[in-house]
């Protein structure tokens, strides 16, 4: 790998169309010489400065692992859908590296001794046995005292263990960090790459270490050596590694729901249908019910969202909108809302764009664009008109786990009545 390369040059913007889909992280080997590129999602604006890559493809890559359910693994959002099968644990290998850049040294257990001392907090039981105490004006006290003292143990495995993972974690991304490799410890991990004999010892050995670790920031690193070890023991040598998905769509729904949706009773807006067969009475059958992606509250107003991991942001081709079936279910769940909860909800499709590069020249984080009906609906309701709201991909992001939800919904809501 290059290593003058600027980061800009492993990085990719997906067109959403066929072939270019993939959104994560992509490492091949090409006749020795490994391949790395980082995916990101259509509608995303790639900033020019080195650090903000940087910050970008670390925020990527923990949004992937975010919406895989709290596992570092692919993406798996739907069980019948068909995504490359790996299990890289990139957040585990991340969180290592952070760890050694904060720290600048490798972990170690350490054990609790006893010192004398004029200072520090003193052990009372030690000291009233081990030290001898001065008099003065009939009082005792004790000028030296004993106090506890941690010390790292020497000889430890673990640290040697914590370098290989450190190793490991550079080798795979120290390219992200622009960081030298940190030595592979040969004396106690075989130079042959092929032999894995090792590494259940060592996940036994990081296993007892979690049973007796109660620090959070020591319990998450060793969790994340676990990870690698895991990792390392199943790994092909090949130099191929995936981490994301082809079907973004489901994280762009994620995203648009947790920023703008609400939490709770969220299956109150469901339309539910059932069968009731005229014979067999005792084999009723509710189906599964339409699930609207986000029903978002703001101000005494409901909005139904559909979130639509589309191309018109980018084309503005209008065939890139939603089709008929999506306009007709979108009114459903409109109008189920407005039977159901006594009022007239707004409609809205949640695509992507990038706001510093459009056909519309936009240059909003939020806009409405378009809005779809249908010749059927002449009623005059709110719900019956669906407005096309283009999102930009960086700022959602960056902000769809703020804890300002209120001032997006508030941005949200005035795009969205702007027709």
């Known amino acids: 790998m290059n ?3 600027s980061l800009i040059d492993y990085c990719h913007v997906d067109k959403n169309d066929d072939g270019d889909r993939f959104v994560g992280l992509k490492s091949i080997d090409d006749n020795g010489h490994q391949i790395v590129m980082v995916y990101f999602p259509c509608g995303y604006n790639l900033p ?7 910050n970008d493809i670390i925020n990527l890559f923990r949004i992937l692992a975010d919406f895989s359910k709290g596992e570092d693994i692919l993406l798996k959002v739907k069980s019948n859908v068909a995504n490359v099968s790996v299990n890289f644990p990139i957040k585990a290998y ?20 006893f010192k004398t001392d004029t200072r520090g907090k003193a052990n009372w039981a030690k000291t009233i046995k081990d030290q001898v105490p001065s008099i003065q004006n009939g ?10 003292d941690t010390q790292p143990m020497k000889n ?4 040697e263990i914590h370098r290989y993972c450190t190793h490991e974690s550079f080798s795979k991304l120290g390219w992200l960090f622009g960081t030298s490799m940190i030595p592979r410890n040969t004396d106690i991990v075989p130079k042959n790459t092929d032999d894995k004999s090792f590494i259940p010892r060592f996940i036994s050995i990081i296993n007892d270490q979690l049973k007796k670790t109660f620090e959070d920031r020591i319990k998450k690193l060793l969790n994340a050596m676990l990870s690698v070890l895991n990792y390392k023991n199943t790994e092909d040598n090949s130099n191929r590694y995936y981490f994301g998905t082809d079907r973004f769509e489901y994280v762009w729904q994620g995203m648009i729901d947790r920023l ?3 939490r709770e009773n969220k299956q109150d807006y469901f339309p539910r249908t059932k069968w009731i067969p005229r014979y067999l009475k005792d084999q009723n059958k509710n189906k599964h019910p339409l699930e609207p992606d986000s029903i978002m509250i703001y101000k005494d107003e409901f909005y139904v969202l559909d979130a639509k991991y589309y191309r018109y942001g980018l084309s503005g081709d209008v065939d890139h909108l939603p089709n008929s ?38 240059s909003e984080d939020m806009c409405n664009v378009a809005e779809a009906s249908a010749n059927w609906k002449t009623e005059g309701h709110k719900f019956e008109k669906i407005q096309g709201i283009l ?9 769809y786990a703020s804890n300002n939800n209120d001032k997006y919904k508030e941005k949200l809501s005035i795009a969205i009545e702007s027709n």
Do not use: W
């Open 94 to 113: 991340l969180d290592i590296i952070q760890y050694y850049l904060e720290y600048k040294t490798f972990y170690a257990e350490t054990e609790t001794t």
């Open 139 to 148: 009082n005792l006290f004790y000028i030296k005292k004993t106090v506890r």
């Open 391 to 399: 999102v930009d991909t960086r700022f959602l992001m960056y902000q």
């Open 48 to 54: 020019s400065d080195e650090v903000a890559i940087r």
């Open 3 to 5: 290593e003058e390369k």
């Open 325 to 362: 079936s999506d306009i007709n279910k979108q009114i459903t769940y409109g109008e189920y809302v407005y039977l159901h909860k006594n009022k007239d909800p707004y409609n809205a499709f949640i695509m992507p764009f990038n706001r510093k590069d459009n056909p519309f020249n936009i």
């Open 156 to 159: 430890q495995l673990i640290t």
């Open 260 to 262: 703008f949706g609400i």
